[in-house]
């Protein structure tokens, strides 16, 4: 069931994506102009125009990633901390694999708070959650989120006997679940969840539905910015923002109804 759900995720994801719409509308518009019905091929065309003219030139995604980045605030209020969660996604997989090297992506914050507040807490644990979500890695996994985290906190000094790994899930709910079953926390244990701001409510939904007491949630990688400082052409930046806003909204949603 797990995995069937992973599947299922990770390809409607991709149906999510705007560069699929937009790919769906040009194909359209083709096969409507071969087939001589110009007022369809007229109307896909503009569409897709649009589109990519109003994604370009309006920060769109940052309306619709806003109010899950502030869904809770930043964490100030840390005067006692049993352990730390960070969640993986912050890595560059292929690329570490390719260099041989740990590389990380546009998540590296959560290891940049992770490896701040495990020196500021150094007796508390730290537990990195993640394997790989990638579709093609249930066949072909050598290098892992696991593997690369590994490497980025021994190379910062953070102690080996502090560090848990859950290195098998495959996404937010297994997460929650395997780190809960290989930490086992104890009433009064209070863990800080180190994840991007946009994916914290996931996140925090998750950990609580896997029986985790109490979660601080420590959100980091924001990525939303003020109406009037995204306004101007940036097509490239606006489509990845919106479609990381489409795709939360919808892991959301179908959190939701599976219970996860």
Not at 18 to 37: D, H, K, M, N, Y
Not at 121 to 144: C, I, K, Q, T
Not at 235 to 247: E, I, Q
């Amino acid at each position: 069931m797990d995995t069937a759900f992973f599947v299922v995720s990770k390809l409607l994801g991709m149906v999510l994506q705007l560069e699929t719409w937009f790919l769906g509308l040009a194909v359209l518009a083709f096969w409507a102009s071969l087939r001589g019905r110009l007022r369809i091929a007229q109307f896909a065309s503009a569409l897709l125009a649009l589109l990519i003219l109003g994604i370009g030139l309006l920060p769109i995604g940052d309306v619709l990633l806003h109010p899950l980045e502030t869904r809770f605030p930043v964490r100030e209020d840390l005067s006692r901390v049993n352990g730390i969660v960070v969640l993986g996604g912050g890595e560059d997989v292929p690329a570490s694999r390719r260099s041989g090297q740990p590389q990380l992506g546009e998540g590296g914050d959560r290891y940049v708070a992770a490896i701040a507040l495990a020196k500021s807490y150094p007796e508390a644990r730290l537990l990195f959650a993640g394997g790989s979500g990638r579709l093609r890695d249930m066949v072909d996994n050598d290098v892992s989120e696991a593997d690369i985290a590994t490497e980025v906190f021994r190379t910062h000094g953070i102690a080996k006997q502090r560090i848990l790994f859950e290195n098998q899930s495959r996404n937010t709910a297994e997460n929650a679940r395997l780190s809960h079953a290989l930490v086992k926390p104890k009433k009064g244990d209070r863990w800080v969840l180190i994840t991007s701001a946009f994916h914290m409510p996931r996140a925090v939904a998750s950990f609580k539905a896997a029986g985790w007491h109490e979660i601080a949630p420590f959100p980091v990688d924001f990525r939303t910015r003020r109406w009037r400082d995204g306004l101007g052409w940036n097509f490239s930046r606006n489509l990845g923002v919106t479609n990381l806003a489409l795709r939360e909204w919808a892991g959301r949603a179908a959190y939701s109804l599976a219970g996860r």
